[in-house]
């Protein structure tokens, strides 16, 4: 299971680690930069020539018979070196890659008497054998810009988990002025020049991943365990994002702690795997009720439907207000139908107890009826998913909805329908910070979901899942598992079908919450671009066999 770790979190358990004599700082220090030379080179195996007998020296030209791919010129590195322990991994880069034979010029930004131990010691060992150079805008311009015939590594290790506040404008304006090209969010073909963060790229919030001023990387190298910064993502008024990590390489520094209350994990295969095993009989693998809306707008309510199905549900039906029976019959063929009108129908159909998960929301219509059906459902007190406009139907009154959910309960908000329900963690949320750890989504759907009662999932890239007792984890469609394809019309209602499926086979409300939305992004990526929610449902049983394969 992989951990998000905050700052704190992190400090913690590099502190338990050297207080138990286990390791020390300084050891710590130099796993790290030299986890970031070995990331790097497993990054671009190319450069791992340069500066080597047979290859291009650095700060050479490479033969042009048989260059490296990809570069171009010259390989030089420039190292930019912070107040604090980052800057520390900074100079141990520096002074591994020019033992390699590279070419590397360092800046210090900050006074070198004020440096913490590990990374003052650091600088002695760097400037025993190599030049540090005070912080100086233009002179780092005029090295890059004025020399095109060589590419540059650049290695950002001014600010870690340690940035608390925006980033002095200076550097910021530098940075820009050096970016060749806007970076893409898979890090591939950085065209000559490549830029790497130690840690965080700069000016990023390792708490929230919300921007300080950040300076974007193609490549981010980070220690003992992701931080939930790197997984936070650009969406729902969130400044800053994931994106600026270019691609993410954790490295092993040798601790062996995790963090000891207020984990956030890593929603991985492995969790979902134990919980989508198949078998047994249609009778046991529930029943899911899903509610169409009126003609016109029952196509959400069957792709909730057909995904509930796909994921395993023994049987699905849609139940239809009268005006719609036609409209979805002709539409129907494994999933059942059955007539519902209003919230005197749903109760009547509730009373039968096979009928175990029920799906509200998916163009049920914002119409009165709406908030009495849902009312009637979440009176039943069977496991239900909430979405769309069972969520907005509320917004004038969220508390009236708050104190009928229960633990049964899953909501799957969009950024929007989040800001409806839960207007002041919202507005918390879009803030641009001024300090550091800035609030996150992480923070703001833990509080979500201890106001409602029940597991909240909160949609997005980086979707966030908590349960009111704070327990919460993250399912990413970023890094290699991007899928941006997935923002298409009608994917969060297969989503929501997926959980209300999952919930009618008798998993848990997190559970159910964290397979179908893992499973959801494994769908999109399945297809791949060109996907239309229809495609999601369809995809399952490659993925269900992959999962059960590998397994
Ligand atoms: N915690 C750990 O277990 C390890 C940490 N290591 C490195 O240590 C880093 C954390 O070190 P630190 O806690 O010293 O923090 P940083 O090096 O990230 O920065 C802290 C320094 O920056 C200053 N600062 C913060 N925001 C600023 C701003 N906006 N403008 C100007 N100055 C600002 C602070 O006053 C402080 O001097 C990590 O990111 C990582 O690179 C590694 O050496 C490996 C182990
Ligand atoms: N950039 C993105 N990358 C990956 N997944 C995304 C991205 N944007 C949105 N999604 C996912 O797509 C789905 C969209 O759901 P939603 O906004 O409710 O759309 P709709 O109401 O049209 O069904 C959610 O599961 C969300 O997490
Ligand atoms: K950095």
Same mark, same amino acid.
């Given at each position: 299971m992989m951990e998000l770790l905050t700052a704190a979190q992190m400090r913690a358990i590099e502190h338990e680690a050297i207080e138990s004599g286990e390791v020390t700082g300084l050891d710590l220090m130099e796993r790290a930069g030299a986890g970031v030379v070995a990331a790097i080179f497993e990054e671009w195996?190319?450069?791992?020539?340069?500066?080597q007998e047979g290859g291009p020296e650095g700060g050479a030209a490479p033969d042009p018979a048989d260059? @490296?791919?990809?570069?171009l010129g010259k390989m030089k590195v420039l190292v930019l070196c912070g107040p604090g322990n980052n800057g520390g991994d900074g100079f141990v880069v520096a002074r591994l890659l020019q033992a390699r034979g590279w070419q590397v010029d360092v800046f210090l930004y900050?006074?070198?008497?004020?440096?913490?131990p590990d990374a003052a010691e650091n600088y002695r060992r760097w400037a025993a054998v190599g030049e540090v150079r005070t912080w100086n805008d233009r002179e780092i311009r005029d090295l890059y810009e004025g020399d095109a015939t060589s590419r540059f590594l650049v290695v950002d290790a001014?600010?870690?988990?340690?940035?608390?506040? @925006?980033?002095?404008d200076d550097t910021a304006e530098m940075w820009r002025g050096f970016?060749?090209? @806007?970076?893409?969010?898979? =890090?591939?073909?950085?065209?000559g020049d490549r830029f790497v963060a130690i840690d965080? @790229?700069? *000016?990023?919030?390792?708490?929230?991943? +919300?921007?300080?001023?950040a300076l974007p990387a193609h490549l981010t190298v980070t220690f003992h365990a992701a931080k939930i910064g790197h997984y936070?993502?650009?969406?729902? =008024?969130? #400044?800053?994002?994931?994106?600026?990590?270019?691609r993410l390489r954790v490295v092993d520094i040798g601790m062996t702690k995790t963090a000891a209350k207020g984990r956030v994990t890593l929603v991985e295969a492995g969790g979902v795997l134990g919980q989508t095993k198949r078998g047994g009989h249609k009778y046991n693998h529930g029943h899911a009720l899903v509610l169409s809306g009126g003609h016109g707008k029952t196509g959400a309510a069957r792709l909730a439907a057909r995904g509930a199905l796909r994921i395993g549900a023994g049987l699905v039906t849609l139940g239809s207000p009268r005006s719609a029976m036609f409209e979805n019959a002709a539409q129907l063929t494994a999933i059942m139908l059955h007539q519902i009108d209003g919230a005197h129908g749903v109760s009547e159909l509730l009373e039968? +107890?096979?009928?175990n998960a029920v799906c509200l929301g998916? *163009?049920?219509?914002? =119409?009165?009826d709406t908030q009495a059906v849902v009312i009637a459902a979440l009176k039943a007190q069977r496991a239900t998913v909430l979405d769309a406009d069972a969520l907005t139907r509320?917004?004038?009154?969220?508390q009236v909805l708050f104190d009928l959910l229960h633990e049964q309960c899953v909501l799957t908000p969009h950024g929007g329908e989040f800001a409806k329900l839960f207007p002041d963690l919202a507005a918390k949320l879009a803030q641009r910070p001024q300090t550091g750890p800035a609030y996150s989504k992480v923070d703001a759907t833990r509080e979500a979901a201890a106001r409602a009662g029940c597991v909240v999932l909160f949609k997005g890239a980086d979707t966030v899942i908590a349960d009111p007792t704070g327990r919460c984890s993250v399912n990413s469609a970023q #890094?290699?598992? /991007? /899928?941006?394809?997935? /923002?298409? /019309?009608g994917a969060g209602d297969v989503l929501a079908g997926f959980i209300t499926g999952l919930l009618a086979r008798g998993m848990s409300p997190k559970a159910a919450a964290e397979a179908g939305a893992w499973l959801h992004v494994e769908c999109a990526r399945e297809f791949?671009?060109?996907?239309?929610?229809?495609?999601l449902p369809e995809q399952l049983p490659a993925v269900l066999r992959r999962l059960e394969r590998d397994g």
């Amino acid at each position: 299971m992989m951990e998000l770790l905050t700052a704190a979190q992190m400090r913690a358990i590099e502190h338990e680690a050297i207080e138990s004599g286990e390791v020390t700082g300084l050891d710590l220090m130099e796993r790290a930069g030299a986890g970031v030379v070995a990331a790097i080179f497993e990054e671009w195996p190319e450069l791992e020539r340069v500066g080597q007998e047979g290859g291009p020296e650095g700060g050479a030209a490479p033969d042009p018979a048989d260059p @490296p791919r990809g570069i171009l010129g010259k390989m030089k590195v420039l190292v930019l070196c912070g107040p604090g322990n980052n800057g520390g991994d900074g100079f141990v880069v520096a002074r591994l890659l020019q033992a390699r034979g590279w070419q590397v010029d360092v800046f210090l930004y900050g006074n070198p008497i004020d440096l913490p131990p590990d990374a003052a010691e650091n600088y002695r060992r760097w400037a025993a054998v190599g030049e540090v150079r005070t912080w100086n805008d233009r002179e780092i311009r005029d090295l890059y810009e004025g020399d095109a015939t060589s590419r540059f590594l650049v290695v950002d290790a001014l600010f870690g988990t340690g940035l608390t506040r @925006p980033m002095p404008d200076d550097t910021a304006e530098m940075w820009r002025g050096f970016m060749p090209s @806007p970076i893409v969010s898979d =890090g591939r073909d950085p065209g000559g020049d490549r830029f790497v963060a130690i840690d965080f @790229p700069s *000016g990023m919030c390792s708490d929230s991943g +919300k921007d300080f001023g950040a300076l974007p990387a193609h490549l981010t190298v980070t220690f003992h365990a992701a931080k939930i910064g790197h997984y936070m993502s650009l969406d729902c =008024g969130s #400044y800053g994002g994931s994106d600026n990590c270019g691609r993410l390489r954790v490295v092993d520094i040798g601790m062996t702690k995790t963090a000891a209350k207020g984990r956030v994990t890593l929603v991985e295969a492995g969790g979902v795997l134990g919980q989508t095993k198949r078998g047994g009989h249609k009778y046991n693998h529930g029943h899911a009720l899903v509610l169409s809306g009126g003609h016109g707008k029952t196509g959400a309510a069957r792709l909730a439907a057909r995904g509930a199905l796909r994921i395993g549900a023994g049987l699905v039906t849609l139940g239809s207000p009268r005006s719609a029976m036609f409209e979805n019959a002709a539409q129907l063929t494994a999933i059942m139908l059955h007539q519902i009108d209003g919230a005197h129908g749903v109760s009547e159909l509730l009373e039968d +107890k096979r009928l175990n998960a029920v799906c509200l929301g998916p *163009g049920l219509g914002r =119409g009165m009826d709406t908030q009495a059906v849902v009312i009637a459902a979440l009176k039943a007190q069977r496991a239900t998913v909430l979405d769309a406009d069972a969520l907005t139907r509320f917004e004038r009154n969220p508390q009236v909805l708050f104190d009928l959910l229960h633990e049964q309960c899953v909501l799957t908000p969009h950024g929007g329908e989040f800001a409806k329900l839960f207007p002041d963690l919202a507005a918390k949320l879009a803030q641009r910070p001024q300090t550091g750890p800035a609030y996150s989504k992480v923070d703001a759907t833990r509080e979500a979901a201890a106001r409602a009662g029940c597991v909240v999932l909160f949609k997005g890239a980086d979707t966030v899942i908590a349960d009111p007792t704070g327990r919460c984890s993250v399912n990413s469609a970023q #890094y290699d598992r /991007a /899928a941006p394809w997935l /923002a298409t /019309a009608g994917a969060g209602d297969v989503l929501a079908g997926f959980i209300t499926g999952l919930l009618a086979r008798g998993m848990s409300p997190k559970a159910a919450a964290e397979a179908g939305a893992w499973l959801h992004v494994e769908c999109a990526r399945e297809f791949g671009p060109g996907l239309i929610s229809e495609d999601l449902p369809e995809q399952l049983p490659a993925v269900l066999r992959r999962l059960e394969r590998d397994g």
